[in-house]
């Protein structure tokens, strides 16, 4: 029931900005927590940023100061915000949220890429 919609990906060129989407559906979005992660080829996923119901932000030390993470419950969409883009961050792009309904469980979207290459 439970869906994440990732969109924005694309190419672009170092020192670029890209901007991503993801779209929640299936529960409700306001009184949950979301991050986004990312995931490049041969390498674990790691967490990338994450935001609170209160707006609160974390973010990774690798992207501070270049991608803002955001969230507009009426939209019930979180976004990626990635500015000064260096081609370190090529991976694929992943939302997901943790929700403990008896157990904790976790959700993620599809994934969209996100290339930053000359």
């Known amino acids: 029931q439970v869906q994440l919609v990732e969109s924005g990906g694309g190419l672009v060129q170092p020192g670029g900005s890209l901007r991503l989407s993801c779209t929640a559906s299936?529960?409700?979005?306001?009184?949950?927590?979301m991050n986004w992660y990312r995931q490049a080829p041969g390498k674990e996923r790691e967490l990338v940023a994450s935001?609170?119901?209160?707006?609160?932000?974390n973010y990774a030390d690798s992207v501070k100061g270049r991608f803002t993470i955001s969230r507009d419950n009426a939209k019930n969409t979180v976004y990626l915000r990635m500015d000064s883009l260096k081609p370190e961050d090529t991976a694929v792009y992943f939302c997901?949220?943790?929700?403990?309904?008896?157990?904790?469980?976790?959700?993620w979207g599809q994934g969209t890429q996100v290339t930053v290459s000359s």
């Open positions: 299936g529960f409700t979005f306001s009184i949950y927590d």
């Open positions: 935001i609170t119901i209160t707006g609160n932000t």
């Open positions: 997901h949220t943790q929700h403990r309904v008896g157990a904790f469980n976790n959700y």
